[in-house]
Structures are given as C-alpha cells and as structure tokens.
C-alpha cells in the first residue's frame, strides 16, 4: 500500500476563485488519479494524472475547469478553477503502486463553494 | 459503466450479525473487483479484492463472491461490530489500453445497532 495525504483537509472558498489540492505519496507509483465525490453520492473519476505529460480526462471533465500536474511519482496537483456551488464536493487523490490494480485513497479535501 | 444514484441503499444489522452488502457491476470485461468502506469524513479504504478467475475469497472477517454470469458481486461481513458502520463501496476494473480504470458502485450505508 501507500502512504497517502492531502492538503488542504478542507477549504470554504468564494465563487468566481479557483484553489490547488495537493496530493502527496511516501513512495513512487505508476499511477494517480482525481476523483470528485458529491454529497451523498459515489466517486466520479475526473482525470488520470501522468508524470510528464497532459493528464487524462473523463467525460464531462476539461482541462481549463480542472487543470493537473504531476511532477514527479510522488505529487500531484488538482486546481478547481471558476469556482461556482456547484463545485462543493469532496476532491479525492488515489494512487496505483506498480500496476498492482488496486487503487488506495488519500482522505480527500471537502471543499464547500459559497 | 454503474450508475450512480442519488440515495444510498441502507442496510441496519444487529451488532454480532452476519452482513451481505450487494453490488451489480455492467461491464462484462471487469477483471478485477474491489471492496471499499468508506467512513465519515475519510476517504475509502481497501477491504479485499478479487480476480476474475475466482469466485470467493475470504478475509478476516470479510468474503467476497463473485458471480460473473450475472455479474453480481457481494461481501459478506461476520459478527458485524458498530466499527463496521460506514459505507461499503464495490468498484470494478476493466484494463484498458492506457492502463486500469475503476468505475464505482453506488454505495451502500451499513449500520450497526448495538
């Protein structure tokens, strides 16, 4: 498994502004990934992050509204921009340790649009 | 891909009960399954796992079956205890040329009543 965490825990931002989440693993992974999780509801997969090159991103989600990097194996970024209510959720980052398939969770960042 | 629902299937147990949360994955192509729980303001965490070339496999506590020909999968919990009470989580597999891709089940909210 991995060692997994994220900043910030949480946040409560002003509509129209736009904030970075932070994932940071304790060791290199092959893969890491965002996923959006709504009120009540289940984890949405946005992107796949990849070292070195543009992430990939599901349907529904675009690089302008969720810009990511990842610099390196063991960081990533994940900018919400434009923020509107609609965009309070939890923000989870999950990695995949050497093509091991099973993917494991940081704690998430509650973020809360007003 | 599963659907995602809006409401939480429930399911409220006896402490000392055996539980069985059960999940309905669509893509026939899914190699690889995946149990989370998720507790409140967590992310999920790994419970088990199971591969497409199996049908059970058990855990400490935990079993997981798998029954492709009607792509049902369940976990079953022995002797449920009030630490149990979150909400369990399937996610399926399916490799694809640009590496894995989870997609989740809708989730369901297990309660334990002491």
């Known amino acids: 498994s991995a060692v997994i965490s994220q900043k910030p825990s949480r946040d409560i931002c002003q509509r129209g502004t736009s904030l970075t989440i932070q994932c940071q693993v304790d060791s290199q992974v092959t893969m890491m990934f965002w996923y959006r999780q709504q009120p009540g509801q289940s984890l949405t997969l946005i992107a796949t992050?990849?070292?070195?090159?543009?992430?990939?991103?599901e349907s529904g989600f675009v690089i302008d509204k969720f810009p990511i990097s990842r610099p390196n194996l063991t960081f990533s970024t994940l900018t919400v921009s434009n923020m509107s209510p609609e965009d309070s959720s939890i923000y989870l980052c999950?990695?995949?340790?050497?093509?091991?398939?099973?993917?494991?969770f940081g704690p998430g960042t509650r973020l809360t649009v007003l | 891909g599963e659907s995602v629902g809006l409401h939480l299937p429930t399911l409220s147990v006896q402490e000392g009960d055996n539980s069985i949360i059960n999940c309905a994955y669509s893509?026939?192509?899914?190699?690889?399954f995946i149990w989370y729980k998720q507790e409140s303001g967590k992310g999920p965490q790994f419970i088990i796992d199971i591969r497409s070339n199996m049908d059970k496999r058990q855990g400490q506590r935990v079993t997981v079956l798998l029954n492709k020909t009607v792509k049902h999968l369940s976990l079953q919990i022995a002797a449920t205890q009030p630490g149990d009470s979150a909400v369990y989580f399937c996610a399926e597999n399916s490799q694809e040329t640009s590496g894995s891709r989870l997609t989740f089940g809708e989730g369901t909210q297990l309660t334990v009543n002491p």
């Open positions: 992050a990849n070292q070195g090159s543009e992430a990939t991103y």
């Open positions: 893509n026939s192509a899914s190699d690889y």
């Open positions: 999950s990695v995949e340790v050497a093509r091991a398939d099973t993917q494991y």
